[in-house]
């Protein structure tokens, strides 16, 4: 929503301008408009003049639906701010609709009284239909209460670029760009970085970029003639911590956690991938960097994929498998494989809607006990969550050190809200980046009663119970790897069940001794006396720190703890949920964390679910607050 205006200042053109706090804006239309581009250059130079934001990508779940279609409509909003946001805002006060069918699916998710800023050159009696309108909305009173900018932008595009020889039907396509031209005006976003980007995205196709940056500059030229918009606003950038910030969507942030993940254990990067969305961009991120020691193999199955990863860590690589819900379905096996091999490996479930295909464009939460549960027999493996783009680099890095120091798969947990979406992220120092390395084997480490020295495979370091990593070929450490149940220490192939206990015991020590490296979890808000504690992790972090900082600000006490280590849990978590009078807990499922927390610690943990393949809004969890407080 928009922020308090502020101030008023000298504007653009010589038309006023007022500055405020922080708006959100929403782009709309067909898949093929470029509104997810569109959305990324405004967020881009909006990242360039400082200022604070978070950005919500709405692809259409359905591939190829009709242009003009209501289930065609890709949207991205974006929440711009002078600032700190953690949410891309419950509303938009902004509304950019390229067709009839942008309009009528995302109008109700703009605040009353906001800007609707319309391309009349696609409001055709067929379009109208395709959209489901009887009548043109504009002639209804559907638009009342709203502030109407209707602009050609089709024709004035189509007008300007006609000179350059381009086609008409690709003219057309070049009408993104002058809706962020004039976003750009309205905003005062520097122009020149998104002319140097056209410029590069563009490069050697001389008709397209002197079209695109045709229809960029008619866009910002009609701002400042029109009369339709008669007051521009600025946005001030946020204050902060001095240092070098970019602007990065969780999987990019992801991948290159993993990079310096690598580079930290000084070891190569192995990934083996097969693609699915909306775990895709890490595998092609991660493959323009072969200068940083990563390797990617693009497998012809899940399981080929994650059984290769598997390949790479016994061969004495960084490992990494990625994926989505279905995907790590469909790896539980070979997962299994590794918790019995005892060798690190990162599996990263990138999290969609569901079940089977179900919404693979769309967000949830609902992998976590596939991730806790999901294979066959006791294969207990540790669960490691990011909680915002940023923090994406981070829970790599940190599931990287679990999987090297205890010789595990780890399961890292992400999804499709914090995979697109993205904010300012402050490079870290290197310094302050974890030591990961870890030895190998290099001598055998038992005597045979003869005398003889050997190698024992499962002969366990005393802290961590993690089994000693050699690679293959190293002289005199020659040992056996498979599926079938091991002796303990010397890995000879055992049936005996007393043997079976015992490993299956170990195994689990193991995970649950990870608990004693992680940090205990900190209480956000009222930590001393409140009245509510809010339980959440992943990528609700955003909804839930507004919220609770919403209705503190009403004067009632809310507390707020956000897991990253979902197994085994932090050690302290028991403790803060005992103190907590009631406990809430927001997901994205029907209650999954809720349900490991009442039957791990016995507590009430009352679920607030959301499986709509959207995010929470922090006014939906405002009102849930609300009602376990009155």
């Known amino acids: 929503m928009l922020d308090d205006t502020d101030v008023t200042v000298g504007g653009s053109g010589g038309k006023p301008s007022e500055e405020v706090t922080g708006v959100v804006i929403r782009l709309a239309g067909d ?163 998104v002319r140097s980007w056209i410029r590069d995205r563009f490069n050697g196709k001389d008709q397209v970029l002197a079209a695109n940056l045709t229809a960029f500059e008619v866009g910002l030229n009609f701002g400042e003639t029109t009369e339709l918009i008669p007051v521009t606003r600025v946005v001030p950038p946020v204050v902060r911590e001095p240092g070098t910030y970019r602007s990065i969507s969780g999987n990019t942030a992801l991948s290159w956690g993993l990079i310096a993940a690598g580079q930290l254990a000084e070891l190569p990067l192995f990934l083996g991938s097969y693609p699915i969305t909306p775990a895709s961009d890490i595998l092609h991120e991660l493959s323009r960097h072969p200068g940083m020691g990563v390797r990617t193999f693009q497998a012809e199955d899940e399981i080929a994929a994650c059984t290769a990863a598997i390949g790479a860590a016994f061969a004495g690589d960084l490992a990494v498998t990625t994926t989505s819900g279905p995907g790590l379905a469909l790896k539980a096996e070979a997962i299994g494989l590794a918790v019995s091999l005892e060798l690190p490996l990162v599996v990263v479930d990138i999290q969609r809607g569901g079940p089977s295909t179900g919404l693979p464009t769309k967000t949830e939460q609902a992998d976590l006990l596939q991730a806790m549960f999901g294979r066959h027999g006791e294969s207990p493996v540790p669960v490691v969550a990011a909680s915002r783009p940023s923090d994406c680099f981070d829970a790599a890095v940190e599931a990287a050190r679990i999987a090297l120091a205890y010789r595990t798969p780890v399961i890292l947990l992400s999804d499709g809200y914090l995979a697109n979406s993205a904010e300012p992220w402050r490079l870290p120092a290197v310094e302050s980046l974890p030591d990961l390395r870890v030895g190998f084997a290099t001598e055998p480490n038992h005597t045979a009663p003869d005398g003889t020295p050997e190698f024992w495979p499962y002969l366990r370091d005393p802290d961590t119970l993690a089994r000693p990593w050699a690679v293959p070929g190293t002289p005199g450490l020659e040992h056996r790897i498979g599926g079938i149940e091991k002796a303990d220490g010397s890995g000879d192939i055992s049936y005996d069940p007393a043997n079976h206990q015992r490993m299956t015991e170990l195994r689990a020590a193991k995970v649950a001794g990870i608990a004693g490296t992680v940090p205990p979890v900190e209480v956000q808000g009222d930590a001393e006396d409140p009245e509510v504690l809010v339980v959440g992790w992943g990528s609700t972090w955003g909804a839930i720190t507004d919220a609770v900082e919403r209705v503190r600000a009403g004067g009632r006490r809310v507390a707020h703890v956000h897991l990253r280590h979902l197994n085994p849990f932090p050690p302290n978590l028991g403790e803060v949920l005992a103190d907590a009078p009631r406990v809430l807990v927001p997901e994205m499922n029907l209650g999954q964390l809720a349900l490991l927390l009442r039957s791990t610690f016995l507590v009430d943990a009352r679920p607030v679910n959301k499986v709509a393949g959207q995010p929470f809004t922090a006014a939906e969890l405002v009102v849930e607050l609300e009602k376990i407080l009155d």
Request: include cysteine; glycine fraction near 10%; charged fraction near 20%.
């Open 31 to 193: 898949s093929g408009d470029g509104m997810q581009l569109t959305g990324n250059q405004f967020t881009a130079v909006s990242a360039l003049a400082g200022n604070a934001l978070s950005t919500l990508p709405d692809f259409p779940a359905e591939i190829r639906a009709p242009a003009g279609t209501l289930p065609g409509v890709s949207a991205f909003q974006v929440h711009i701010a002078g600032h700190e946001v953690t949410t891309p805002g419950d509303a938009a006060d902004v509304l950019v609709a390229m067709n009839p069918a942008a309009l009528r699916a995302e109008l109700p998710k703009v605040v009353p009284g906001g800007t609707v800023v319309l391309n009349t050159d696609a409001f055709g009696e067929r379009d109208l239909r395709k959209a489901g309108y009887d009548v043109d909305p504009r002639d209804t009173g559907d638009l009342e209460g709203f502030e109407v900018v209707e602009v050609p932008m089709t024709s004035l595009t189509v007008t300007a670029v006609k000179e350059l020889g381009v086609k008409s039907r690709d003219a057309e396509r070049s009408k993104n760009f002058f809706a962020l031209g004039l976003l750009c005006w309205m905003y005062h976003r520097d122009p020149e970085g």
